[in-house]
């Protein structure tokens, strides 16, 4: 078990730019989140995959935001034309199938829009 | 509305201190409720899982506690290297964890 595994660490970019996050969840996990965290406070769901079906959105993924998760195993997460309150913490965590499962994170993509 | 809210945002203690951290929740179909230890620049590290009133879990300096409206972690004689901050999360289904803002909590030596 290496546990949830999430590149960039960081990505500083300019305002309009396109950025892609990738997450690579624990093996044997079949469902992966993403979440987002600003300063202060605590994560906010963004999506939810099981195996690579994208089974909720939040009202906070604007349309600029996109992910997949093709064959169940990684995930990327994409934001096109970045705006400066997109800068925060990108979350990955990744559960098994079982009830009582909690969530794994990974140590996040800081992102930085300047 | 569902809703997590944890108490206090900050707390200074000293070594040895003991405390409380409370999460306080307004939800339906509670399915478990998480809680979540985050350091500086890293991903939440997951501490323990409850699921029914008066369930406790310990772990080395923690204990959680749940009531059903609300859950605590006892923080027993803590040292430095408890500081970071804790969140604690209810989960409503399978795909549905909501996050309370989080508690940080610094122990001074």
């Known amino acids: 078990d290496t546990g949830v595994s999430q590149d960039p660490r960081h990505k500083i970019t300019k305002r309009g730019q396109n950025v892609t996050f990738r997450c690579d969840p624990i093996?044997?996990?079949?469902?992966l989140y993403w979440y987002r965290q600003t300063l202060g406070q605590g994560p906010e769901f963004l999506t939810y995959?099981?195996?690579?079906?994208?089974?909720?959105k939040s009202r906070l993924l604007s349309d600029r935001f996109s992910a997949e998760r093709p064959k169940g195993s990684f995930s990327t997460l994409e934001i096109q034309r970045t705006e400066q309150g997109d800068s925060a913490m990108y979350l990955c965590?990744?559960?098994?199938?079982?009830?009582?499962?909690?969530?794994?994170f990974g140590n996040g993509t800081r992102l930085t829009v300047t | 509305e569902d809703q997590v809210t944890q108490s206090p945002e900050a707390l200074r203690l000293q070594e040895g201190e003991s405390s409380s951290l409370n999460c306080s929740y307004t939800?339906?179909?509670?399915?478990?409720l998480f809680w979540y230890r985050q350091d500086p620049g890293k991903g939440p590290e997951f501490l323990f899982t409850?699921?029914?009133a008066g369930e406790e879990k310990e772990k080395e300096r923690l204990k959680a506690t749940l009531t059903k409206k609300e859950s605590f972690l006892h923080i027993t004689a803590p040292k430095p290297e408890d500081s970071a901050t804790y969140l604690c999360?209810?989960?409503?289904?399978?795909?549905?964890?909501?996050f309370g803002s989080g508690t940080k909590l610094n122990v001074k030596p």
């Open positions: 965590a990744s559960s098994s199938d079982s009830q009582n499962s909690p969530l794994h």
């Open positions: 093996s044997e996990h079949n469902r």
């Open positions: 995959f099981q195996n690579e079906a994208q089974l909720e």
């Open positions: 939800v339906s179909g509670l399915r478990g």
């Open positions: 409850l699921y029914s």
């Open positions: 999360a209810v989960r409503l289904d399978f795909n549905k964890f909501y």
